[in-house]
Every structure is written in structure tokens, then in C-alpha cells.
């Protein structure tokens, strides 16, 4: 039997950082992909994706916007299966965009699924890979007599893959906090129009794991040591009176059991001071072992952890308006980045049932990021690599596998065939660009008369103020339009307290309260109804908009009514009394949407 999830959901701990941080060049988007020995075929991958939905369905969630929170909301969406077309980890979420938040597309024999970090984190990315190219392979070769093996705990429900572990274990837990140097800064030429920089290299796994075990430490403090080895060789004298510290995301799961597939991942720090210390390997693999053994212990992961969370259960934090929040969170995220200078993420092992695995080149992992990150997991003898970045040097890579060279481990250096990215003209954006331009001269035109023949009346001033509040409304469409309710909404606010504005500079008539305010609140009604009809929103979808722009049109030509300031009162009465029925009909015919959608973007 089918089982229900729920309609929408609070975003967990590192959700509510990628939903604020995220733009067009840092997407916090990250790809995990699968290379067969057989040409995929796209019929057959979109089947296999559909069935894997159906056991993942918390997948199928669009990001909303509240008024303290973002929030994730059950869609009907259903994604399609596509080729290759754009560069790697290209922005999944888009503002005001009803969109899913993940993709699946497929070129030559690689199946590729990129996901918004926001939805879920390595762990439940390799979950959903695994489940979506086992079932490619068994409806593949099912008639060549493989069995459909099930990947997952057959006990584990929706709400299990729902659940938000940050909370559940979240506990109050004081810690000093020691002061952070600020870590050395990569600070390369940007890759020409900021293309994203991929360096992809396979190790065999038994290699490292040999030499890690001789040296006596874990691969991933191995891999480390080599990484910030790598980027020492690339810095001055003067660039190493600050250490190099590399983030390390720590998988939660390892120390509090959780089915989750949502976010529950924290991080660790290792650095080493090159200006103070030795610059041996061994001198640096022993610090970074000594950091791991100290740092990756359940109670120091769980103070770190509480930390954040404590952070964000914050009450002045949690009160704030989601505008502003996200302002403090950006700039809380700048300044943590200062003391990190790379990313290093362990994905560990795909493992696959044994039947699967002839079928199977290998596994790969990496993600877009502002600074420069190593990705890497293995699959049996096989650990994938990928360096990203947009830097304009392959300097730290070429050094990182010079090192392993010297420590007895040869790396493949693999070529991955991507497609010429289609990247579109932006049309629309370039009409905008030649549109602002063409108003801006305008405008200047007509205040270069104004001052060249001095009238009377300021007409070329008015004139110009015009041009700029066409400006601006269009701007505001142009803006929200991938969401036509809050279009209309924004043009609501900009048109009638412009209008208030222009009467106000010409002498005051009172024409934008009499007339304007009483009717733009009432078309703009109108005009959402027509567009909840055409685009056949659920009442979930356009309550909150209706519901704004009815105490919109409720109370500010009351305010004016009160006030003595409308004149022309029997339009604005109208308003008052058309708006506070639309109010009135959608509490006592929609009581339950109404309650859920105020719950959703108030929750705090």
C-alpha cells in the first residue's frame, strides 16, 4: 500500500543555510553520477526513475516561501528524463519557480543526479542513485534473468525518510568557542565566463588503502594530509603566515542512527600552520590524525552540532523576517568561509548487490562550489576523484597527484565526455538590459532639457519620474515572472503607493486614494482569480496571495476612510467591503486550506 507523506514540511539545520545562500554561480548544487559498460537507453531510465520515486517520494518537493522560514511543499510535479545539455550542477532552484528541486539526465553510458543540497545530502543522494540504477539494470536485463533485489530496509516508511534528525537529537549543550585564525584564501584567476572547472582521476582503492595503513591512519586522513600538502606547495612565504584548513562534512548517521533523507551531515576543521610547525608529511599527517581522533568522537560531534542548531532556535533569530534572516545567514556564511580554505568530502563506498556489478564501470561525485572541492567515493576497486573549482590553474590538482605519485599510488586520469553546454542566449534578459538602457536615456534627455530652458512647469521632471515608474513595474514583472500571483501582488504595492507618491508631488488632488488605490485592490483581485483559473492552482496555491491582497485592499483605504483623507468615499467602501468578503469566503469555505497555509508561512 502506497503510504502518505506529508503535504509540506520545515526545511532541517543545513536546509535553511543552502535555501539562503544559493544563486545562478554558487547553485549549492552537487552531482552523483553512474558510468555502465552499455549505452543507456532513455525509455527504460525514465521507468526506472518512476519506480523509484514511488519508494522516494519525499523527492517530489518544490521550496516555498514563509514569512520567517523557506519550507518544502509535496508537489505533483513529475520529472522527465533528459540528455545532457547543460554544464554540470547548474542552478536546480529558482526563486518564485515552481520546479523540482533534483534532475536526472543521462549522456553515452553515464547516468547523472544532481540535487539541490537544500532536498538532501551525500548520503541520501547515493540512497536514491543506487535505487534508481538498480532498478535501470533490472528492467534492463530482467529477462536476461536478473532478480529485483530490494536495496532498502523494507520497515522504513515515509516518515522515517522525513524525519528531521537535526531536531530529534538536537540537545542544549554549552561549549567555548576557540577563536579561529582566518585560513589562507586560494585566490586564482576565475575560469572565462565562470565555467565550472572539473578534474576527474580514478585510484585503485586497494593502493591507498595499503599505504594508509602503513602510515597507520584512515584513507580519508591520508587523502587530507596529501590535499593540504598540495596546497602548500602553492603558497608564498607570506601566504604561510596563515594555515591551511580544509572543511570535512562528517556523516551524522555514524554516530546517532537515523533512515533520514534529509540533511544530517555536520563538519570538521583540520589545519595545520605551516609558518610554526614542520613542513614534513609525516609532521602534517600526524596532526591531522591527532585532530580526527580528538574532533570525531559522538560528544564533541554532538556539541558542534548543537551549536548550529542553538543558532537557529535563537528567538530574536527565529522572529525575524525571512528577508532578513537570510541577510544574516549570507553573511554569517561569508564569514565562516574566511576561515576554510578548501573542501574535502568522502562520499565513502557504493556498494551494490553482487549480481549488479558486471553491468558497472564505476561510481563519481562532485559539486559546484565557490572555493575549491575534492569529491570522492569508491566503488570495489575503484575510488573516483573530482576536484572542482573555478579557479584558472590546475596547479593544486597537478600537486595533489604528484604527491600520491611520490607516496606509490598511480592515478588514472579519466576523460569524461560532457556535451557542449547548451547555454541560451538569454534573450529576454538582453531585451530588459537594451529596455532599462533606453529608459535611463530617455529619462536623462528630459532632464537635460529641463535644465536647458528652465520652464515653468517641470514637465521633463515629470516626465522622467514617469519613465522611471514604468521602469520600475516592469522591472518588478520582470522579476517574479515565474510566479504571475506575486506579480500581481508587487505590482499591487508598487502602482498605488506610486500613485500616492505622484499626487503628492503634484500639489495633492487626492485622485490616487479617491480613485486609483479603491480600484487597483479590486482588479487585482479579479486578475488573481483569472489566474488561479487558467493555471488551475489548488486553493493551497493562491490562498496566501489572496489573502494579502484582500488585507491590503481591507486596510489601507480603511486607514483613509478613518482618517478623513479619502474624499470620493463610496469607491473605497466598495473596496473595503468586496476585499473583507473575499477574506470572509476563503476562513469559512476553505477554514482547513486557510489554517495549513498560515501555519506553513508563519511557522517560525
Not at 71 to 85: F, I, N, Q, T
Not at 409 to 432: C, G, H, S, W
Request: hydrophobic share 45%; proline share 4%.
Amino acid at each position: 500500500m502506497q503510504q502518505t507523506r506529508e503535504y509540506w514540511r520545515k526545511l532541517d539545520n543545513a536546509a535553511k543555510l543552502y535555501s539562503a545562500t544559493s544563486n545562478k554561480k554558487d547553485t549549492r548544487v552537487f552531482r552523483f553520477y553512474c558510468i555502465l559498460k552499455e549505452e543507456v537507453n532513455p525509455e527504460k531510465l525514465q521507468e526506472a526513475l518512476d519506480k523509484t520515486l514511488n519508494i522516494y517520494p519525499v523527492f517530489l518537493s518544490v521550496m516555498r516561501k514563509g514569512m520567517f522560514w523557506h519550507y518544502l511543499e509535496k508537489s505533483g510535479l513529475r520529472p522527465a528524463v533528459a540528455k545532457e545539455h547543460r554544464e554540470p550542477c547548474s542552478n536546480l532552484y529558482v526563486r518564485d519557480k515552481k520546479a523540482l528541486l533534483f534532475e536526472v539526465t543521462y549522456y553515452g553510458k553515464r547516468i547523472n543526479f544532481e540535487v539541490f543540497h537544500a532536498l538532501t545530502d551525500g548520503t541520501g543522494a547515493t540512497e536514491f542513485l543506487r535505487e534508481l540504477v538498480k532498478n535501470y539494470l533490472y528492467l534492463s536485463h530482467k529477462a536476461d534473468g536478473l532478480s529485483d533485489v530490494v536495496l532498502r530496509d523494507e520497515n522504513m516508511t515515509v516518515q522515517d525518510q522525513e524525519n528531521d534528525s537535526f531536531s530529534k537529537y538536537y540537545s542544549e549543550v554549552k561549549r567555548t568557542k576557540d577563536k579561529k585564525p582566518g585560513a589562507i584564501q586560494l585566490k586564482k584567476l576565475r575560469k572565462e565566463a565562470g565555467m565550472l572547472q572539473i578534474n576527474e582521476r580514478v585510484l585503485s582503492v586497494k593502493a591507498v588503502l595499503s599505504r594508509s595503513r602503513e602510515l597507520g591512519v584512515s584513507m580519508t586522513v591520508f587523502l587530507a594530509t596529501v590535499y593540504m600538502m598540495a596546497i602548500h606547495r602553492e603558497m608564498s612565504r607570506q601566504q604561510e603566515k596563515h594555515p591551511v584548513v580544509l572543511m570535512v562534512p562528517v556523516n551524522l548517521r555514524k554516530f546517532f542512527p537515523s533512515d533520514s533523507m534529509l540533511n544530517f551531515f555536520n563538519w570538521i576543521e583540520p589545519g595545520y600552520d605551516f609558518s610554526r610547525n614542520e613542513k614534513s608529511f609525516e609532521a602534517v599527517q600526524n596532526r591531522v590524525k591527532e585532530y580526527f581522533e580528538t574532533e570525531l568522537t559522538t560528544e564533541r560531534i554532538a556539541e558542534h552540532m548543537n551549536e548550529l542548531i542553538a543558532l537557529e532556535m535563537h528567538p530574536v533569530l527565529r522572529l525575524a523576517p525571512l528577508e532578513l534572516k537570510n541577510l544574516c545567514i549570507k553573511a554569517g556564511a561569508h564569514y565562516a568561509e574566511k576561515n576554510v580554505t578548501a573542501i574535502f568530502s568522502n562520499m565513502s563506498a557504493v556498494h551494490m548487490p553482487e549480481e549488479y556489478i558486471p553491468y558497472i564501470d564505476r561510481f563519481g561525485v562532485f559539486t559546484n562550489t565557490p572555493k575549491m572541492e575534492l569529491c570522492m567515493c569508491s566503488f570495489g576497486d575503484k575510488l573516483s576523484l573530482g576536484f572542482t573549482s573555478r579557479y584558472d590553474t590546475e596547479n593544486i590538482q597537478r600537486n595533489f597527484y604528484r604527491i600520491l605519485k611520490e607516496q606509490g599510488i598511480q592515478a588514472e586520469k579519466v576523460e569524461p565526455e560532457y556535451p557542449q553546454p547548451d547555454v541560451p542566449r538569454e534573450l529576454e534578459i538582453k531585451i530588459f538590459r537594451i529596455y532599462s538602457f533606453l529608459c535611463l536615456a530617455a529619462a536623462v534627455a528630459f532632464v537635460a532639457v529641463d535644465f536647458s530652458f528652465h520652464p515653468q512647469v517641470r514637465w521633463p521632471l515629470f516626465t522622467a519620474a514617469g519613465i522611471g515608474s514604468m521602469w520600475l513595474a516592469t522591472w518588478i514583472g520582470f522579476a517574479k515572472r515565474y510566479n504571475l500571483m506575486k506579480n500581481v501582488m508587487w505590482q499591487l504595492i508598487i502602482v498605488s503607493l506610486g500613485c500616492i507618491l505622484w499626487d503628492i508631488s503634484t500639489g495633492w488632488h487626492g485622485w490616487s486614494v479617491d480613485f486609483v488605490l479603491p480600484i487597483v485592490c479590486m482588479s487585482v483581485l479579479l486578475s488573481m482569480l483569472i489566474i488561479a483559473k487558467i493555471q488551475r492552482h489548488t486553493a493551497r496555491e493562491y490562498m496566501i496571495y489572496f489573502v494579502m491582497a484582500g488585507g491590503y485592499g481591507v486596510i489601507l483605504p480603511l486607514i483613509l476612510l478613518l482618517t478623513g483623507v479619502t474624499k470620493l468615499q463610496i469607491i473605497s467602501i466598495v473596496c473595503v467591503v468586496v476585499c473583507f468578503l473575499v477574506l470572509a469566503a476563503l476562513i469559512i469555505f476553505r477554514e482547513k486550506e486557510f489554517r495549513e497555509e498560515m501555519h506553513k508561512k508563519f511557522h517560525v
